[in-house]
């Protein structure tokens, strides 16, 4: 309940509820370290080998990430002054975009700001009245806001059910059916069956439209969820990744058949009313592609971390919540507890913050493995949990 006083509104009500019961989120900014960021970080002054980072391949910080951007920065400036359909966009956003194409098998690609924006603006222009969305109970947050924003019909599935989505395609009557489902899924590190749910959407005419932010550049040598399963792209899939993951620059795409993109330029919100991303961002975006078309070592290395590390937490009989990614995820109890196993983490160096409700049913200390973590990082982080075991 509010509480108005004077001229000011307050909400120490509703800070107070958060705050019992453990849920008050706080900010806490990193201090510069020459080390890559996905290794370690400094907060309050404390080193910590960061196991809480998604540039999954260590990109970042990479030498021809910086001297890409750097070089633009002269040729471009920073802000890009005006939305795309303006005079924000430069060479290189349209550059990208054939590259993002071309990595991905697709007729073309679309640039957006962040994957948020993407699916938040882009699945609105997709579906709307008279049309109907399944979504899998698991998915991100800007899916969910995506489906409510549209105006369709949304009906929820269990998580990764085939036989749910099966029966809604089969008995719902609707415009329009789109699947819209995470590959990745970025609480859980499980995988969706895509190959399967595609199978689905061939049968009913429906359209799939898959969230590969945790999957770009870590599935399928690094291209993503339809690699990693042996899917070809096709018109009826439509591939929304982002930059800011594994590949360590800024922004998001939508991979698709050109007839899609076209669409989302004139109506999707996100890339009509919002300023286009620094040419900077789109030059170290495609410094990160070639790298990681070129350098396979980086997916090796990825993997090669992520299951030595698994295989230590599987020995330790932790439950994962099924994860099969470098999303590994750790169930510790009560919010409490987990709250103090992640302090516990932390005092041995090691930062591993605690993921609370609403973000997930179940709180967790969610790990995430790095090409850059050495093997010391790793068993630093096993003998730790070995201890709170």
Request: glycine content about 8%; some cysteine.
């Amino acid at each position: 309940m509010l509480c108005f006083q004077g001229e000011g509104i307050l909400f120490e009500n509703e800070l107070k509820i958060l705050a019992d019961q453990d849920l008050m989120r706080h900010i806490r900014d990193r201090q510069t370290l020459k080390v890559p960021f996905s290794r370690k970080l400094m907060l309050n002054s404390t080193e910590l080998v960061n196991f809480a980072s998604n540039d999954y391949l260590g990109l970042s910080s990479h030498p021809k990430l910086m001297e890409a951007v750097i070089q633009s920065l002269h040729l471009y400036g920073f802000g890009a002054g005006s939305s795309r359909l303006l005079s924000g966009g430069t060479e290189l956003h349209a550059e990208l975009e054939d590259k993002t194409a071309a990595f991905k098998g697709t007729e073309a690609a679309l640039l957006l700001n962040s994957g948020y924006t993407a699916n938040s603006s882009a699945i609105p222009a997709l579906a709307g009245s008279g049309d109907l969305i399944l979504s899998d109970e698991l998915n991100h947050a800007s899916i969910i806001d995506g489906c409510r924003l549209s105006r369709a019909r949304t009906i929820v599935y269990s998580h990764c059910s085939l036989s749910e989505i099966e029966r809604i395609l089969s008995e719902e009557k609707a415009g329009r059916k789109l699947i819209v489902t995470d590959s990745v899924f970025s609480m859980n590190g499980d995988i969706a069956p895509i190959d399967r749910i595609n199978d689905l959407c061939l049968a009913h005419g429906a359209l799939l439209y898959i969230d590969d932010a945790h999957a770009t550049g870590v599935l399928g040598r690094g291209r993503g969820s339809l690699a990693h399963f042996g899917l070809k792209p096709a018109d009826h899939i439509i591939q929304m990744g982002t930059f800011s993951k594994a590949l360590g620059s800024l922004g998001a795409f939508i991979a698709a058949a050109k007839e899609i993109t076209d669409l989302l330029t004139s109506t999707c919100r996100g890339l009509i009313f919002s300023t286009a991303l620094p040419a900077c961002a789109a030059a170290a975006s495609i410094a990160a592609l070639k790298l990681v078309e070129q350098e396979s070592s980086l997916v090796d290395a990825l993997w090669t971390n992520r299951q030595r590390l698994f295989s230590g937490i599987e020995r330790l009989g932790l439950n994962t919540f099924g994860s099969a990614s470098p999303i590994i995820p750790i169930q510790t109890g009560t919010l409490e507890q987990t709250i103090r196993h992640s302090e516990f983490l932390f005092n041995r160096g090691i930062y591993a913050p605690t993921i609370k409700p609403p973000s997930v049913s179940i709180p967790r200390i969610r790990l995430t493995t790095t090409a850059s973590h050495t093997g010391q990082d790793l068993d630093a982080l096993l003998n730790a949990l070995a201890e709170l075991r």
